[in-house]
């Protein structure tokens, strides 16, 4: 997934170098065109993408245990038995780790479960941390 994201940004790139050379041909040089927009690129390699960050749940007084197993097993794909232990653990401890994933897949699933928390009125939360 990631691997397919770094193509499409080099592709877009390209496109864009491409878009950029024949547009000079095209137009009027002398013609000045502030668009407004500002872009900061940053660059990362993909070691960086791919290193491991951890995903903690932390425990409230309102989310049901019950919505906690479901997303812990249908976002982060735990099996019932180690999402029950999770919750468990979190209700007693205030915070348990759920898994390791990259960063951006770690965003994802965490906006997710966030989302659908949310939705349903919990305030169920997660943070994510460099392992």
Known sequence: MITAGLNQYRIALLYFAEFSRASDLDYDTDTETD?????EFIVMDEEEFEKPYR???HN?????????INILVTVFELTFIRATRIAFETHHTGASYVCTLPLEEAKSKVFKAQFAARQ???PLTFSIEPE
Do not use: A, C, L, R
């Not at 309102?62 to 906690?68: A, D, Q, W």
């Open 55 to 57: 995903v903690i749940i």
């Open 60 to 68: 409230d007084d309102v989310t049901t245990f019950e919505f906690v």
């Open 35 to 39: 668009t407004g927009i500002d872009v």
């Open 120 to 122: 349903q009125g919990f």
